[in-house]
């Protein structure tokens, strides 16, 4: 079992900057993939980075080049660094775990383990 905590959502103005945490507490893989996802009203889930213990990282389109996905395995918790935030980054931000992962990747249907989210709003 694996359980995830997130937290760092919050309002902000375009332009703008957060950074998300993650806690992860329980079992844990050695290859073990993490990821965050976010889902606006009315959209699927959608996958925005994702990293391993040794250090690979895939990005969505969208977040390459604004979004920093990272991890401190000494605090057990996994960060993403969003910078230049838009109107359309507003979302629910969701990390997961996907448990003994042949291959790390951005599909929601890959992962175990979620957490309940952070909500993300950016004005314009």
């Known amino acids: 079992q694996v359980r995830l905590v997130e937290s760092g959502g919050g309002s902000v103005e375009a332009g703008g900057s957060l950074n998300l945490s993650c806690v992860v507490s329980g079992n844990t893989y050695k290859n073990q993939c993490m990821g965050w996802f976010r889902q606006a009203p009315g959209l699927e889930r959608e996958g925005v980075a994702a990293?391993?213990?040794?250090?690979?990282?895939t990005y969505a389109t969208f977040a390459k080049g604004r979004f920093t996905i990272s991890q401190d395995n000494t605090k057990n918790t996994l960060y993403l660094q969003m910078n230049s935030l838009q109107p359309l980054d507003t979302a629910m931000y969701y990390c997961a775990a996907h448990v003994r992962a042949a291959v790390c990747g951005r599909r929601p249907a890959q992962y175990n383990y979620w957490g309940q989210g952070t909500q993300v709003t950016v004005s314009s």
């Open positions: 990293t391993n213990r040794d250090g690979y990282t």
